[in-house]
């Protein structure tokens, strides 16, 4: 049997990925109909947007400004997490955004900058942290101690919301950054049998298991997937308690939107 990713770490078409939500307690099972862009999975997008001139925060508490384009300066990190502008894009600010209209479709998309060491967190949407420890003890992210990857990224991008990525440099030296994207653009759909999407939640059917890091459920958010899916997704249960399972999936199958 075929596995459920290939060598890329993307997802093979006519398998499963699950969207897990930690907020709600929620994910979106979607079946990968096909890849848009199959043998085409690289962007070697270039250095990190950041103009020479532009202010970042410090770890030391001030400020500090970018000395030439896509140079990230020592001690320094991007407070505000940033898009990826591309010309020609739906957005041209920001190349993984896409509207409702694009609803049958979602980006899977693993980033990997270098330097490797280079700190990176998520903002989603851009602006609203995410990570926290002892439940909303401690914000965490790039300027904490931990709550961040380091060099390579996974996440999907969601139609309706802007992600925003935050970098930093914990280092005495300035470092030229540069940006590859794998990237899978999938055709999907969900699928209607509610036994099938407990299958997939139970981790009885094989599939590809992304978990968003969402712990504040920001309201452009699940406005975005409203109106992008028609609910909030699939509430996901133990394994015992698969009849209610079905039958509240039943119910919210009857608003999905694809």
Known sequence: MDKVVDSLGLVQENSFLAVYI???NRAFVFRVKSRANKGFERIAYGPLPLPSGTTLATFTGGTVSVPADGVLPAMSLIPVGI???YTGAYDSTDMWYLSEDY???VFHVITRVTP???RIDLQIPTGVVQLRFQRDK???GIERDWGFSRGVIETVHIPEVHYGYRFANDTNMNVYTFVEFIY???IIDIPKDPYLIFGVLSKKVPHHFITLPVNVYDATLREALVKVYGIEGFPV????ERDKAVKEYTELLKEVKI
């Not at 249960?237 to 015992?240: K, T």
């Open 83 to 85: 898009t990826f502008p």
């Open 138 to 140: 401690l914000p965490l």
């Open 184 to 186: 899978g653009e999938y």
């Open 116 to 118: 490797r060491w280079l």
């Open 22 to 24: 930690p907020a709600t």
């Open 237 to 240: 249960y133990p394994i015992h």
């Open 103 to 105: 609803r049958d479709r």
